[in-house]
């Protein structure tokens, strides 16, 4: 990789984070699921979009800005005991051939995205969805009060 290859590669990485993060945001509210980003969970991993819908399913997205991002980034496993549903948010670019079929998946810019490949849907257990929902609930109060 040339010096000007990498460097607009780390220089885009959070511009490109960033818009994949707000657009899948959006489209889990075009959804009908209440989001917030970046949610730490009980397994001490991060969640960068952590939404919850009407009947309180729970759905967490991973955003990948890039190709490296995924390829060093492998924690992606250990969202599943902590969702309903598991996607993969990427931008329009995102070379979509390498991600596993396993998760849903996502392609998003700044203003919204589409849902490319559904997610299997595996059931939390009910001590498990309440104690998330919980979480999730205080978290957002929290983040309003800051705000």
Sequence with gaps: MSAIAHLE????????TLS???GAARLMMDMG?????EVCLPNG???DVMAIGRK?????CEVKSGVED?????K???????CDAFFFAVAPEFPQDILPDEPGLIVADGFGGAVVRDA?????????RKALTLAFARLGAMRTLRD
Aim: aromatic content about 14%.
């Design 9 to 16: 590669l780390v220089f885009s990485r959070p511009e490109t």
């Design 20 to 22: 994949v993060t707000r």
């Design 33 to 37: 699921y209440a989001p917030l980003l």
């Design 45 to 47: 991993r991060r969640a």
């Design 56 to 60: 309180g399913d729970i759905v967490i």
């Design 70 to 74: 995924y390829r060093v980034d492998r």
């Design 76 to 82: 992606w496993h250990e969202y599943g005991p902590f």
């Design 120 to 128: 299997p849907v595996i059931g939390l257990a009910p001590a498990r």
